[in-house]
């Protein structure tokens, strides 16, 4: 069963740093692009950071300069790091990817992880 799985969320202070995870399993053969969105309540999902397959990023101008976006395709793992977090990076954080299998190429989506910025 092809799933990819984030991690990494948590409680920080405004300021600190988090990094997080997204795990792909299953039969793939490779991560083509992995993107990084977050949907705070009562807004809508966004895109954060972005990766295709040749490097090449993408960032929301809100974070740009303070997250990282970065991918081990040899791992099945993408990666956020996010510093200098702000209140208003408080959202629940998820990752899509497209993922080549042994069936398809298609797009998937993890269940999210929280992180919680403090004032």
């Known amino acids: 069963q092809v799933q990819l799985v984030e991690s990494g969320g948590g409680l920080v202070q405004a300021g600190g740093s988090l990094r997080l995870s997204c795990a792909a399993s299953?039969?793939?053969?490779?991560?083509?692009?992995m993107g990084w969105y977050r949907q705070a309540p009562g807004k809508q999902r966004e895109l954060v950071a972005g990766i295709g397959s040749g490097g090449t990023t993408n960032y929301a101008d809100s974070v740009k300069g303070r997250f990282t976006i970065s991918l081990d395709n040899a791992q099945r793992t993408g990666y956020l790091q996010m510093s200098s977090l702000e209140p208003e990076d408080t959202a629940v954080y998820y990752c899509s990817a497209v993922l080549s299998t042994t069936w398809s190429t298609r797009d998937y989506w993890g269940r999210g992880t929280q992180v919680t910025v403090s004032s």
């Open positions: 299953g039969t793939i053969f490779s991560i083509n692009t």
